[in-house]
């Protein structure tokens, strides 16, 4: 309950930044843009929308994620509105979902509208509802959790600015990761190669959560593949927030 | 009476700068408020009152030293919900209108709807914002936010309340409002821990007061024990008298026109003043006995601290 009246406080405040709409605009002035270069490709041109609108969901989202998050709890220590809310019987964690859950509540509303966008000139191009595009933005949704909670967790010790990069850098870093991958087949057994696996398996792997080329291009995932993605998802989701509520437990509000 | 509030060798310490150098903020405050008394914690800025206040309402942790709010540990949800709190200069959720903020704060003590209707209307009357309950904080001036944040600070209906500065920056009107309530308060059995440097206002309301200079109570007890209720000496305005037949009398100030204020020491020494106008056929304007007042004690001992 305690934690439901902060989360739909957050959504409150969170809805009425601007930044959310300009980032919104520019989401669709994307999707609509892969309509021109879809006309301007030789080859198939569903294809093209689908890729570049599912990259805009997944690229807005996550700016959204970012900037957002990342002013969460600096906002309410900075502003000092944070004072009235821990004086009262509420525990900190609770706090903390609290702010999450309304970020979440937040990004799951703009992703609805950016998706209808999406999905709208999708549909004037092949007049059938396309449902496999619904998983690739679920899983775009489960990412959006992820670095909502990232930039959360840099939010609780960091000014805005240093938390939006290094939550940018997780992003970065996330979805580049599995080059590490390759790398380490390639290199010899050595302390090199040693280090670059205990590295691949400590940074974050973003593309756990894309399933956009094998959806437009009509390949079969097992559902094995999902399954592993949700249960990463909920699990490096719920550490990043532990280690939030750690941090956030112990800090002093001067 | 019972022990409200009970803070023993309180320390606290703060890094500051580039090098993360030590501060000692609180050196050791020990202080206990009794139920149903209105607790002035007086010190100059820079003092320790907000760390101290902070300290016990789980916004900071002490290094070491042990408060009891109601006998609970002070961060236990028994003690929060027993305790109220009105920081110094408050700001609040600006995009929420009065009704929405107090409704919001209510959620966080789980307040029945039925009961939380009827709360936040009477908060509303109780710090005279009923006119402004749809209109959004950011419209707010400082003395309505100040009041606005009185009345989420007693949603809980709390048997103590923590005020820190809440007459800072108000204009007199805004101050004799929040006073008014502070003394509602009393009357209603309440405890309330005061922390202001406006002097005249806490003497005024506060049964018990703790100085407090560079981190160290340096004085507590009743006002009464505190101040001397001795006269210092009588302020004695007056016309029709020469300044030659005043000397030895006391000290003489020349006022407005032919006014003539004279500060007498001694007590024989008014009646011998009061006679001499008398004789003169002159006028007595007014006649001020000094006593000591918080402010000469404040003075003394942030002076000596």
Redesign the interface.
């Known amino acids: ?2 934690i ?3 989360a739909l ?1 957050t959504f ?2 969170a809805i ?1 930044d601007r930044i959310l709409y300009l980032l919104l605009f520019f989401a669709a002035v994307c999707i609509i843009f892969s309509r021109l270069l879809a006309l301007l490709t030789v080859g198939d041109r569903i294809k093209i929308i689908k890729d570049v609108g599912l990259t805009s969901l997944s690229l807005f989202g996550a700016l959204m994620a970012i900037l957002m998050g990342t002013g969460l709890v600096f906002k309410e220590i900075d ?12 525990h900190r964690y609770q706090f903390l979902l609290g702010k999450f859950f309304g970020l979440v509540l937040t990004l799951f509303i703009m992703l609805l509208l950016m998706s209808f966008i999406f999905l709208a000139l999708v549909f004037f191009h092949t007049f059938t509802i396309e449902w496999e595009m619904f998983v690739a933005i679920l899983f775009i949704f489960f990412e959006l959790c992820l670095i909502t909670s990232v930039a959360l967790l840099f939010s609780c010790f960091s000014t805005p600015i240093l938390s939006s990069i290094f939550s940018l850098a997780f992003y970065l870093i996330g979805h580049t990761a599995w080059g590490l991958e390759t790398l380490i087949k390639k290199i010899p057994p050595s302390f090199g190669k040693t280090m670059a696996q205990a590295l691949y398996h400590f940074l974050p792997d973003l593309e756990n959560f894309n399933f956009k080329t094998e959806i437009v291009q009509n390949l079969d995932i097992p559902s094995e593949a999902f399954l592993y993605s949700v249960l990463y998802g909920i699990f490096y989701t719920l550490f990043v927030l532990i280690i939030a509520i750690v941090i956030f437990r ?1 800090r ?3 | 009476m019972a022990t409200v509030l009970k803070i023993e060798n309180l320390h606290k310490s703060f890094k500051l700068g580039f090098l993360l150098k030590k501060k000692k903020i609180l050196r050791g405050i020990s202080l206990s408020v009794e139920q149903g008394e209105v607790f002035g914690y007086l010190g100059p800025n820079g003092a320790g009152k907000t760390t101290t206040i902070k300290c016990i309402l789980g916004l900071i942790f002490p290094e070491e030293g042990n408060i009891e709010i109601f006998g609970h540990p002070h961060l236990s949800p028994k003690a929060k919900e027993k305790t109220g709190f009105l920081p110094e200069n408050p700001y609040f959720y600006d995009h929420l209108t009065a009704s929405e903020f107090l409704d919001y704060y209510s959620q966080l003590f789980l307040i029945k709807k039925e009961e939380k209707e009827k709360k936040i209307k009477s908060l509303l009357r109780l710090v005279d914002l009923e006119r402004s309950a749809d209109l959004q904080l950011r419209k707010f001036s400082r003395g309505m936010l100040q009041r606005i944040g009185m009345a989420q600070a007693l949603l809980n209906d709390p048997s103590l309340v923590f005020l820190d500065e809440p007459l800072g920056g108000l204009d007199p009107l805004g101050r004799k409002e929040i006073r008014d309530i502070i003394v509602r308060l009393r009357d209603e059995g309440k405890t309330v821990f005061l922390s202001s440097h406006i002097l005249q206002d806490i003497e005024m309301i506060c049964n018990r007061v703790a100085i407090i200079v560079n981190g160290e109570i340096i004085n507590q007890g009743a006002l009464h024990d505190l101040i001397s209720e001795k006269i210092l000496f009588t302020e004695i305005t007056l016309s029709g008298v020469g300044e030659k037949e005043l000397e030895g009398m006391g000290e003489y100030f020349s006022g407005h026109g032919d006014r003539t204020l004279l500060k007498v020491f001694k007590e024989e020494n008014v009646a011998k003043v009061l006679q001499l106008v008398q004789s003169s056929k002159g006028k007595v304007h007014s006649l001020i006995p000094r006593t000591e007042t918080l402010e000469d004690l404040f003075v003394e001992i942030v002076k000596q601290g």
Request: glycine fraction near 0%; avoid cysteine.
């Open positions: 309950m305690k439901k009246a902060i406080n409150k405040e009425r502003k000092k509105t944070i004072y009235t809310i821990v004086s009262k019987p509420i112990k002093d509000f001067i």
